[in-house]
Nanobody, 116 residues
Framework: QVQLVESGGGLVQSGGSLRLSCAAS????????MGWYRQVPGKQRTLVAT???????NYADPVKGRFTISRDNAKNTVYLQMNSLIAEDTAVYYC??????????WGQGTQVTVSS
């Protein structure tokens, strides 16, 4: 099994910054992507950003230029630096580890609230 533990969420004013972290543990081996998704009540979970084991990144259009995803493979940890936050970024943010056919795993989620 794989466990993902997120941290770093909270309340921030519009224009502020937050950094999310997600540490993976358990049966982690091979090549895998990691990423962040977010969800607001009543809506589907949507992609924020992903990063491959080789460092290739992908961002959703609403966060391009404001968010940066990175990872430390030695620590099995992925980060999301969020700058210039706006009210529309308010959501529960979920960490994801994708091993393709070997399984996809989710963290418990961390709340990010941006006050205007």
């Amino acid at each position: 099994q794989v466990q993902l533990v997120e941290s770093g969420g909270g309340l921030v004013q519009s224009g502020g910054s937050l950094r999310l972290s997600c540490a993976a543990s358990g049966r982690i081996f091979g090549v895998y992507d990691m990423g962040w998704y977010r969800q607001v009540p009543g809506k589907q979970r949507t992609l924020v950003a992903t990063i491959s084991s080789g460092g290739r990144t992908n961002y959703a259009d609403p966060v391009k230029g404001r968010f940066t995803i990175s990872r430390d493979n030695a620590k099995n940890t992925v980060y999301l630096q969020m700058n210039s936050l706006i009210a529309e970024d308010t959501a529960v943010y979920y960490c994801n580890l994708d091993r393709g056919s070997a399984g996809r795993y989710w963290g418990q989620g961390t709340q990010v609230t941006v006050s205007s």
